[in-house]
């Protein structure tokens, strides 16, 4: 689905990703979970936020003011240790998801989530772009109950602009665990990859376009 477009190819991924779908993807005992939150290290904070391909959202991320790192990897479900293999068949529970490591005192966390927002199509249910499935849906994790209400008030806010419903999921944080090393920083290191072409710049390009007084002076 991602590293090549034949159609045959694609056909296959889609219908996979379809036969995820027919069953909610996060478990009752996830959603109603007690959030777990993650102390500060050295002064960084960490957020983490689900919406499509992780490659395409690390990237997003890296290119904002006060981000230090972006890390590729699935949080959501109740699946321990999940592989990418594992994940792409939409039965971990899982979404490809990203640790945000930012600095608070440049960054906010309202503003990474205005981030994720203006950063997709913030309507498409189980996907996002040409992939679909519970393992690419939308979900944006709080760690407290100031963060719970920061996400309710800011997608209150970009569901006026929308005549669709707004389709991320507010989860409480559990864990998140780290995607294979070749999946980190794939962007940057892949600009020849057919989907990161076809894909993650134009949707990156999109961003930067939206929000040029958040990027780094450095974005490539």
């Known amino acids: ?55 395409c959202v690390e990237a997003v ?16 479900g109740h699946t321990k240790n999940p592989t990418y293999e594992q994940s792409n068949t ?22 990474l989530v205005k981030v994720y927002f203006g950063s997709q199509n913030p309507t498409q249910v189980n996907g996002q772009g040409p992939d679909h499935g519970s393992q690419y ?24 602009n929308y005549d669709k419903p707004i389709a991320a999921e507010i989860l ?10 070749y999946h980190q920083n794939y962007e940057k290191y892949h600009p020849e990859n057919p989907y990161i072409q076809k894909v993650s710049i134009p949707r990156i390009n999109r961003f930067k376009k939206k929000f040029p007084e958040l990027l780094k002076k450095e974005v490539h």
């Open 61 to 76: 991320y890296e290119s904002v003011k006060g981000v230090k790192e972006a890390v590729s990897g699935y949080s959501g």
């Open 137 to 160: 849906r939308s979900i944006i994790f709080y760690q407290n109950e100031q963060q719970k209400q920061t996400i309710e008030k800011i997608k209150a806010e970009v569901a006026k």
């Open 172 to 181: 409480p944080f559990q864990k998140f665990w780290i995607a294979e090393d």
């Open 1 to 55: 689905m991602k590293s090549i477009f034949l159609t045959a190819v694609c056909i296959l991924c889609f219908a996979c990703g379809n036969n995820a779908q027919n069953k909610p993807a996060t478990k009752p005992e996830i959603a109603n979970a007690k959030p777990v939150e993650v102390p500060l290290e050295n002064g960084m904070a960490k957020a983490y936020f689900a919406s499509g391909c992780f490659w």
């Open 90 to 111: 939409g039965r971990t529970g899982h979404a490809e998801s990203v640790e945000v490591i930012y600095d608070p005192k440049v960054v906010s966390f309202e503003t």
